[in-house]
T-cell receptor, first 114, second 114 residues
Framework: DAGVIQSPRHEVTEMGQEVTLRCKPI?????LFWYRQTMMRGLELLIY????????DSGMPEDRFSAKMPNASFSTLKIQPSEPRDSAVYFC????????????FGEGSWLTVV | AQSVAQPEDQVNVAEGNPLTVKCTYS??????LFWYVQYPNRGLQFLLK??????LVKGSYGFEAEFNKSQTSFHLKKPSALVSDSALYFC????????????FGQGTELSVKP
């Protein structure tokens, strides 16, 4: 059974460029989460979806960040324009039915903005 | 507001010795409590969770955790540490309500030396 699949695994981009991170959740899971991990701030919840609908985006740092979930098997997190302070590991995760179910994480997308 | 604290940034243990990774929480109502582990360059993996019932919860890889309501703690324990247990450990809490989000602690780096 495939887990949460994220792409790209690593990306290096120049400041000002658009970055798109992709995620395929586990089939049948109702919830999808985007987290960001940095040394300074730890693990932060950016946004989560329930049945493809964004429920809480209060963790999105600013308007440069946007996330979509056009269908149950695909989500994107976009940063436009990117800045060096966006360098982090971005995790996508999904869970079956409730917010308190076990969350299954992808391997992460390691973003470096130079 | 809900929160979770991991008071130790790092825990050092000799192989074969018992280990404890501490976690305290603050949440209104009954909590759901979780432990996740992150190995280098990987996503987070579920270890165990407390929902209700027995205060002692057993999880993967020989880990267990004890829910203590009076002390609002959920410490992670293992009777005999292995070098392969070296990783970053996250405690997480969610309140028992449909809108409750899972909030992660800052993480504790566990180092087990031979």
């Amino acid at each position: 059974d495939a887990g949460v699949i994220q792409s790209p695994r690593h990306e290096v981009t120049e400041m000002g460029q658009e970055v798109t991170l992709r995620c395929k959740p586990i089939s049948g899971h109702d919830y999808l989460f985007w987290y960001r991990q940095t040394m300074m701030r730890g693990l932060e919840l950016l946004i989560y979806f329930n049945n493809n609908v964004p429920i809480d985006d209060s963790g999105m740092p600013e308007d440069r960040f946007s996330a979509k979930m056009p269908n149950a098997s695909f989500s994107t997190l976009k940063i436009q324009p990117s800045e060096p302070r966006d360098s982090a590991v971005y995790f996508c995760a999904s869970s079956p039915r409730n917010l308190w179910d076990t969350i299954y994480f992808g391997e992460g997308s390691w973003l470096t903005v130079v | 507001a809900q929160s979770v604290a991991q008071p130790e940034d790092q825990v050092n243990v000799a192989e074969g010795n018992p280990l404890t990774v501490k976690c305290t929480y603050s949440v209104s109502g009954n909590p759901y409590l979780f432990w996740y582990v992150q190995y280098p360059n990987r996503g987070l993996q579920f270890l165990l969770k407390y929902i209700t019932g027995d205060n002692l919860v057993k999880g993967s890889y020989g880990f267990e955790a004890e829910f203590n309501k009076s002390q609002t703690s959920f410490h992670l324990k293992k009777p005999s540490a292995l070098v392969s247990d070296s990783a970053l450990y996250f405690c997480a809490v969610s309140p028992y309500n449909p809108g409750g989000k899972l909030i992660f602690g800052q993480g504790t780096e566990l180092s087990v030396k031979p």
